[in-house]
Nanobody
Framework: QVQLVESGGGLVQAGGSLRLSCAAS????????MGWFRQAPGKEREAVAA????????FYADSVKGRFTISRDNAKNTVYLQMNSLKPEDTAVYYC?????????????????WGQGTQVTVSS
């Protein structure tokens, strides 16, 4: 089992920044591929970014490329999502997810473990 706890969400004005954190426990963190997803009201959950076990492979959705950065600190069992130049359309509940398989993935069905989510609201 893997437990994930997100933090760092909140309310920010358009153009601002937030950094989300996700602390993992229950399994060797370096064996996990990690992802950040988001879900806005009335919309499907979508992949925002993903990172492999070493941090050398990453994925970004087109909508966040150049604005968001995913990173991980295996010594701290934590994955981060730095979000800059935030837009109102980034408003959603953001979820951290983990999968044991090494390759990163972008479909929610590929991830077995999920955090409780953290709300990000960007005002215009």
């Amino acid at each position: 089992q893997v437990q994930l706890v997100e933090s760092g969400g909140g309310l920010v004005q358009a153009g601002g920044s937030l950094r989300l954190s996700c602390a993992a426990s229950g399994r060797t963190f370096s064996s996990l591929a990690m992802g950040w997803f988001r879900q806005a009201p009335g919309k499907e959950r979508e992949a925002v970014a993903a990172i492999g076990w070493s941090g050398s492979s990453t994925f970004y959705a087109d909508s966040v490329k150049g604005r968001f950065t995913i990173s991980r600190d295996n010594a701290k069992n934590t994955v981060y999502l730095q979000m800059n130049s935030l837009k109102p359309e980034d408003t959603a509940v953001y979820y951290c997810a983990a999968r044991i398989q090494i390759p990163i993935a972008t479909s929610p069905q590929s991830y077995a473990y999920w955090g409780q989510g953290t709300q990000v609201t960007v005002s215009s």
